[in-house]
């Protein structure tokens, strides 16, 4: 089972930027479509990105525009790079595998938290 670790997280101003990285430990990272969430105190978890092995992209329209996903197989790590942040950004970021059969996996990292205020 492959194991991701989230990493970047921090407090930034509005307007700032931060880029989120997810390192995997399993050669299969480079066929599965992989998956930022994110998960606000209080709120459920949603899906902000996902990026297929093949880098075809997908975002929540409350992040198109300002986050792009990227990854690189040959490192086994995905990326978030976010610019323009805003208050309502601040949550626990993961990244995990998109399954195929949709729903979300059962296991997941232990974040990174993003806090955007000033």
């Known amino acids: 089972q492959v194991q991701l670790v989230e990493s970047g997280g921090g407090l930034v101003q509005p307007g700032g930027s931060l880029r989120l990285s997810c390192a995997a430990s399993?050669?299969?990272?480079?066929?599965?479509?992989m998956g930022w969430y994110r998960q606000a105190p209080g709120k459920q978890r949603e899906l902000v990105a996902s990026?297929?092995?093949?880098?075809?992209?997908n975002y929540a329209d409350s992040v198109k525009g300002r986050f792009t996903i990227s990854r690189d197989n040959a490192k086994l790590t995905a990326y978030l790079q976010m610019n323009s942040l805003k208050p309502e950004d601040t949550a626990t970021y993961y990244c995990?595998?998109?399954?195929?059969?949709?729903?979300?996996?059962?296991?997941w990292g232990r974040g990174t938290q993003v806090t955007v205020s000033s």
């Open positions: 995990n595998i998109i399954p195929v059969a949709g729903g979300t996996m059962n296991t």
């Open positions: 399993g050669s299969i990272f480079r066929v599965v479509t």
């Open positions: 990026i297929t092995r093949l880098g075809n992209t």
